[in-house]
């Protein structure tokens, strides 16, 4: 499984960006990308990383990190190979690379977040950087 992020870039507090992952290498039939959920993660410097947003592969239901509900929007165009992040309303903390990733049946409610295994693939990252 490949992914890759693109989108990233310079905004001003209360901006928007939409960031993209293109992925692929998903396998046809019953494991294919319908049994993966795809997830956006964010780290900033000197803090752990954050899950901020993902879809679960097998109904398209979407999960949100507390600090970006009513803000951020995921989608996903399955015939495309890519899952968007819809950014809005961005505020400095939303600083930082900006990761799209991957695993099986991944994706699932967690009560202020979502949760998300250990392992799975990842994409190289893309740079949102909000000024205020």
């Known amino acids: 499984v490949e992914l890759v992020e693109s989108g990233g870039g310079s905004v001003q507090a209360g901006g928007s960006l939409r960031l993209s992952c293109a992925y692929s290498?998903?396998?046809?039939?019953?494991?294919?990308?319908?049994?993966?959920?795809i997830g956006w993660f964010r780290q900033a410097p000197g803090k752990e990383r954050e899950g901020v947003s993902c879809?679960?592969?097998?109904?398209?239901?979407?999960h949100y990190g507390e600090s970006v509900k009513g803000r951020f929007t995921i989608s996903r165009d399955i015939a495309a190979g890519m899952v968007y992040l819809q950014m809005n309303n961005l505020k400095p903390e939303d600083t930082g690379v900006y990761y799209c990733?991957?695993?099986?049946?991944?994706?699932?409610?967690?009560?202020?977040?979502?949760?998300?295994?250990?392992?799975?693939?990842w994409g190289r990252g893309t740079q949102v950087t909000v000024s205020s």
């Open positions: 990733a991957a695993e099986a049946l991944a994706c699932t409610y967690g009560g202020s977040g979502f949760i998300w295994p250990a392992s799975g693939s």
């Open positions: 290498g998903f396998s046809a039939g019953a494991f294919g990308v319908k049994a993966f959920g």
């Open positions: 879809v679960r592969g097998s109904d398209g239901v979407p």
